[in-house]
């Protein structure tokens, strides 16, 4: 029987906190650079565990997951009370818990789709906020995008029905070369956050993001992130 060694999840007490604020809608997002003490032994790990593309497990995740329990609650916290100080009147918490992720986002690596614009739904949790973690030490590239339509109403965030419906008439691009792009006519990239070892971004769970890649890079090399929403 293997024992996972929980303190390698410990949180590195020399972390870099940065807020930023963007979009239109102002937007927080959260930063934690060096957010784990042990980098090396989680990346490690990621190596080891056993990943599925069964899509009870995945999900709308695109790539391969592994869904396992870490401690996490110090973690949580603290991203918690940070985007506390934008938004006061978000109070509770419904963790969805940790997701693994490896990705090699070439073309028909799991299903012939897209990875389009998104938000993250889930609906069996309540979930205000999304992070996720960057495990790769090499083939960085890449990171967090943020969208918004290119056409009125030209949408930000997923605030009722009304919008999750405008953004659901928007064409996604579906297109063996770039697997993972998106139709520049109905899209609007108006930040990203670089993807870097050992860092943390986290925002709110209705703010439309994606996976930035050219969608070739990571066609035989792993895209290795944790991501989670609560």
């Not at 590195?12 to 650079?33: A, E, Y």
């Not at 590239?141 to 918004?148: A, N």
Request: aromatic residues 12%.
């Amino acid at each position: 029987m293997k024992l996972l060694n929980s303190k390698i999840f410990e949180l590195n007490p020399q972390r870099k906190i940065t807020h930023q604020r963007i979009g239109v809608g102002q937007h927080h997002v959260l930063i934690i650079d060096d957010v784990f003490l042990s980098p090396d032994a989680v990346s490690h790990l990621m190596d080891e565990l056993i990943y599925s593309d069964d899509l009870e497990i995945r999900k709308s995740g695109a790539g391969y997951r592994c869904d396992m329990a870490i401690p996490r609650d110090k973690l949580y916290k603290e991203v918690f009370l940070e985007h506390y100080k934008f938004y006061p009147n978000i109070r509770t918490i419904d963790e969805q818990g940790c997701i693994f992720d490896k990705y090699f986002d070439g073309a028909n690596i799991i299903q012939d789709t897209s990875y389009p614009p998104h938000i993250d739904s889930h609906p069996n949790y309540q979930c205000n906020y999304a992070f996720v973690i960057y495990m790769n030490k090499k083939n960085l590239h890449g990171g967090t995008q943020f969208l918004r339509g290119a056409k009125p109403p030209y949408v930000e965030a997923v605030n009722n029905d009304q919008d999750m419906q405008d953004v659901m008439n928007i064409n996604h691009t579906i297109d063996h070369d770039k697997p993972w792009d998106y139709r520049a006519d109905q899209w609007t990239r108006y930040h990203m956050v670089e993807m870097k070892f050992n860092r943390l971004i986290s925002y709110r769970s209705n703010i439309l993001h994606a996976i930035y890649t050219d969608g070739k890079f990571y066609r035989e090399k792993p895209r290795k992130t944790i991501v989670s929403n609560f």
